[in-house]
């Protein structure tokens, strides 16, 4: 069994690299003696030899495999988003809600700006979109990367693969004018209230973990459906992050605002674009943001989307 | 009828021939059994094998194996969801409590006969119909978003209360047409007579008909049980009732590991197999005793 395995390894790798066309056929072939060495070597190996590998195409990323990039597509960045994306991220223009290509929003004009500087023209650029499942689930995928706010956690990042985080965002709490929350100042006040946040974000467990109401959150799985339960009266405040909190109150549930920023705690949201594990696009990925943000790109896009003015009070901690 | 001493009967009627002989067939029968059982055994263990050995060897196996087998994300999601299962337990005894009330009331509605109940019958008509036709996940969503959002004053907005009212709709439509069936399997005679004696209808219905009903459709009353203890699951689409498969998911998408859907998995089958086992005891027991009666 210890044989077989690198040995349907090798024989996997072969036919993924016969099906990407006449260029990669080349590669199959270098690349096959490698796997059958690594299956010599697996005898004593045993396990280890699966991570073995992964760490060698990782290296071979960081030395210059970005020279043609490893995409899924030659010659095209392929990105997966969410189904329905929204301002500030992406579609943040005047006609073009849900629509990712035009580049508008944070996350969109990102995007394009990558892949300027991974040097694709932005006709070059597609999207997919994806569910959550297909997302995390083992196997493999059809895109490059997948941007919409994903939180880098050291446990996710056991099954998947990050880049370096593109932006870090404070916890707000949204609430009705005429409810209780409304006049909280601090975050023990918002404990005995009904909150909610939305399924697999930091500003759940934020929640949970921070706020720790003395009732279960409650957890919604998109916007339509907190909206849902605000318009039901069946929830007293929101968790949101800071820019979704303000599109959310400014377009979604407009009956509600901003009650506060809410202190820092818990683990710090830093968002990160998402890769299958192992992808060896990761590191040319992040020596592209690590471009942006040093000639100043990142901060630019990030006054341009994600800068809201008026002053929102921070809440108290305790 | 009395179809089950057949077998001796023959072996009996063989006997007189030669006692060697008989004893010879049943060695032999005894050298098939053993055979036969040696065959299944080789061949159970080396189809399971196989299916084991394919999924060990697949590619992906060590990936999915850490993502949906993880015994440390087994323990740490195990309370969250057995907490959250009870929330199922307490659905699914409350759903059990609603549902054969209301069925009966539709059954009943639909069995009544003359032009006075037409109305009834109608109604109960359009109910089965349009509640068995709405895919059940549909009618969660919509009862369980739709009416919380009139906010009617009096009416609860709890989503879960909503959830199980639409379960309740759902399977109530389903087992109205179980029991109708059983009407309708009663002999036509049955209600004539009744009808001569001078009973009412309500009357022929509760005391000549339903009894005869109810037992008749049990077992198709039971399988829908086995059914409705799943499907209260599907409560959790709603959001905002934490169940166990909720619970589940909001680990799952914190974690990005699937292995406490494997801890729901088990809870519902906890309670699922025993269910169905005994479902199957029941029906047994209750065929043995009718073939018993009708002899």
């Given at each position: 069994?210890?044989?077989?395995k690198?040995?349907?390894?090798a024989?996997?790798?072969?036919?993924?690299a016969?099906?990407c066309?006449?260029?990669?056929?080349?590669?199959?072939?270098?690349?096959?003696?490698?796997?059958?060495?690594?299956?010599?070597?697996?005898?004593?190996?045993?396990d280890?030899?699966?991570?073995?590998?992964?760490?060698?195409?990782?290296?071979?990323?960081?030395?210059?495999?970005c020279?043609?990039?490893p995409?899924?597509?030659?010659?095209?960045?392929t990105v997966a988003?969410?189904?329905?994306?929204?301002?500030p991220?992406?579609?943040?223009?005047?006609?073009?809600?849900d629509?990712?290509?035009?580049?508008?929003?944070?996350?969109?004009?990102?995007v394009?700006?990558?892949a300027?500087?991974?040097?694709?023209?932005?006709?070059?650029?597609?999207?997919v979109?994806?569910?959550?499942?297909?997302?995390?689930a083992?196997g493999?995928?059809d895109w490059?990367?997948?941007?919409?706010?994903y939180?880098?956690?050291?446990?996710?990042?056991?099954?998947?693969d990050?880049?370096?985080?593109?932006?870090s965002?404070r916890q707000?709490?949204?609430g009705?004018?005429?409810?209780?929350?409304?006049?909280?100042?601090?975050?023990?006040?918002?404990?005995?209230?009904?909150?909610?946040?939305?399924?697999?974000?930091?500003?759940?467990?934020?929640?949970?973990d921070?706020?720790?109401?003395?009732?279960?959150?409650?957890?919604?799985?998109?916007?339509?459906?907190?909206?849902?339960?605000?318009?039901?009266g069946q929830?007293?405040?929101?968790v949101?992050?800071?820019?979704?909190?303000?599109f959310?109150t400014a377009?979604e549930?407009?009956?509600?605002?901003?009650?506060?920023v809410?202190?820092?705690?818990?683990e710090?949201?830093?968002?990160g674009?998402?890769?299958?594990?192992?992808n060896?696009l990761?590191?040319?990925?992040?020596?592209a943001?690590a471009?942006l943000e040093?000639?100043?790109?990142?901060d630019?896009?990030?006054?341009?989307?994600l800068?809201?003015?008026?002053?929102?009070?921070?809440?108290?901690?305790g | 009828?009395?179809?089950?001493?057949?077998s001796p009967?023959?072996d009996?009627?063989?006997?007189?021939r030669?006692?060697?002989?008989?004893?010879?067939r049943?060695?032999w029968?005894?050298?098939?059994?053993?055979?036969a059982?040696?065959?299944?055994?080789?061949s159970?263990?080396?189809?399971?094998?196989?299916?084991?050995?394919?999924?060990?060897?697949?590619?992906n196996?060590p990936?999915?194996?850490?993502q949906?087998?993880?015994?440390?994300?087994?323990?740490?999601?195990?309370?969250?969801?057995?907490?959250?299962f009870?929330?199922?337990?307490?659905l699914?005894?409350?759903?059990?409590a609603?549902i054969p009330l209301?069925?009966?009331?539709i059954a009943?509605?639909?069995?009544?006969?003359?032009?006075?109940?037409?109305?009834?019958?109608?109604?109960?008509?359009?109910?089965?119909?349009?509640?068995?036709?709405?895919p059940l996940?549909?009618?969660i969503?919509?009862?369980?978003f739709?009416?919380?959002?009139l906010?009617?004053?009096g009416l609860?907005?709890?989503?879960?209360?909503?959830?199980?009212?639409a379960?309740?709709l759902?399977y109530s439509?389903?087992?109205?047409?179980i029991?109708?069936?059983?009407i309708?399997?009663?002999?036509?005679?049955q209600r004539?007579?009744?009808?001569?004696?001078g009973?009412?209808?309500f009357?022929?219905?509760?005391?000549a008909?339903?009894?005869?009903?109810?037992?008749?459709?049990?077992?198709?009353?039971?399988n829908?049980?086995?059914?409705?203890?799943?499907?209260?699951a599907l409560?959790?689409?709603?959001?905002?009732?934490r169940d166990?498969?909720?619970?589940?998911?909001?680990?799952?998408?914190?974690?990005f590991?699937y292995?406490?859907?494997l801890?729901?998995?088990?809870?519902?089958?906890?309670?699922s197999?025993?269910l169905?086992r005994?479902?199957?005891?029941?029906?047994a027991?209750?065929?043995?005793?009718?073939?018993q009666?009708?002899?």
């Amino acid at each position: 069994m210890k044989i077989t395995k690198p040995a349907l390894a090798a024989a996997a790798l072969a036919l993924v690299a016969a099906a990407c066309g006449s260029d990669a056929d080349e590669s199959a072939e270098t690349d096959a003696p490698e796997a059958d060495q690594s299956a010599d070597e697996a005898d004593d190996a045993g396990d280890g030899a699966g991570d073995g590998e992964a760490t060698e195409t990782d290296d071979e990323a960081s030395g210059g495999e970005c020279d043609p990039l490893p995409t899924v597509t030659e010659g095209q960045l392929t990105v997966a988003t969410g189904e329905t994306v929204f301002p500030p991220w992406m579609g943040a223009g005047e006609d073009d809600f849900d629509d990712p290509t035009t580049g508008t929003g944070y996350e969109g004009a990102l995007v394009f700006a990558l892949a300027e500087q991974l040097g694709f023209e932005a006709d070059a650029v597609t999207f997919v979109r994806t569910g959550f499942d297909e997302v995390i689930a083992p196997g493999s995928k059809d895109w490059d990367f997948n941007i919409q706010q994903y939180t880098i956690t050291a446990e996710r990042d056991e099954v998947v693969d990050f880049s370096d985080g593109y932006y870090s965002a404070r916890q707000a709490i949204i609430g009705a004018a005429d409810s209780p929350a409304a006049t909280a100042t601090s975050v023990a006040e918002l404990r005995e209230l009904r909150i909610g946040a939305a399924i697999g974000t930091t500003s759940l467990t934020y929640a949970e973990d921070v706020i720790a109401p003395s009732s279960d959150v409650l957890v919604f799985d998109d916007n339509a459906a907190a909206k849902a339960a605000f318009d039901a009266g069946q929830v007293d405040a929101i968790v949101f992050d800071v820019p979704t909190a303000y599109f959310i109150t400014a377009v979604e549930i407009t009956d509600a605002s901003i009650i506060g920023v809410l202190p820092e705690g818990g683990e710090a949201e830093e968002l990160g674009m998402l890769f299958e594990d192992g992808n060896p696009l990761v590191g040319c990925v992040n020596d592209a943001l690590a471009a942006l943000e040093a000639d100043g790109t990142l901060d630019a896009l990030e006054q341009e989307w994600l800068s809201q003015g008026g002053d929102i009070p921070t809440l108290a901690e305790g | 009828m009395n179809d089950a001493p057949t077998s001796p009967t023959i072996d009996d009627s063989i006997a007189p021939r030669g006692a060697v002989e008989s004893i010879g067939r049943r060695g032999w029968h005894q050298q098939e059994g053993v055979r036969a059982g040696a065959i299944a055994t080789v061949s159970t263990v080396v189809f399971f094998g196989l299916a084991i050995f394919l999924i060990v060897n697949s590619p992906n196996w060590p990936r999915v194996r850490n993502q949906f087998f993880s015994p440390s994300d087994f323990r740490d999601a195990w309370p969250a969801v057995l907490g959250g299962f009870w929330v199922n337990v307490r659905l699914f005894f409350q759903a059990m409590a609603l549902i054969p009330l209301a069925a009966l009331v539709i059954a009943v509605m639909r069995s009544l006969r003359g032009p006075a109940f037409f109305p009834l019958r109608l109604l109960s008509i359009i109910y089965t119909d349009v509640f068995r036709g709405i895919p059940l996940i549909l009618l969660i969503l919509l009862i369980g978003f739709g009416i919380p959002a009139l906010d009617i004053a009096g009416l609860p907005n709890d989503a879960a209360f909503w959830g199980l009212i639409a379960l309740t709709l759902s399977y109530s439509a389903y087992t109205a047409e179980i029991y109708r069936s059983g009407i309708d399997a009663a002999p036509e005679s049955q209600r004539a007579a009744a009808r001569s004696l001078g009973l009412t209808q309500f009357q022929t219905l509760r005391y000549a008909l339903l009894p005869q009903a109810i037992r008749n459709v049990v077992p198709a009353l039971m399988n829908t049980v086995v059914s409705l203890q799943k499907d209260v699951a599907l409560i959790a689409v709603l959001g905002v009732v934490r169940d166990a498969t909720r619970e589940a998911q909001i680990i799952t998408t914190r974690t990005f590991n699937y292995t406490p859907y494997l801890a729901a998995t088990v809870l519902f089958l906890a309670v699922s197999i025993p269910l169905t086992r005994y479902v199957d005891f029941y029906v047994a027991r209750d065929r043995a005793r009718r073939s018993q009666s009708q002899v």
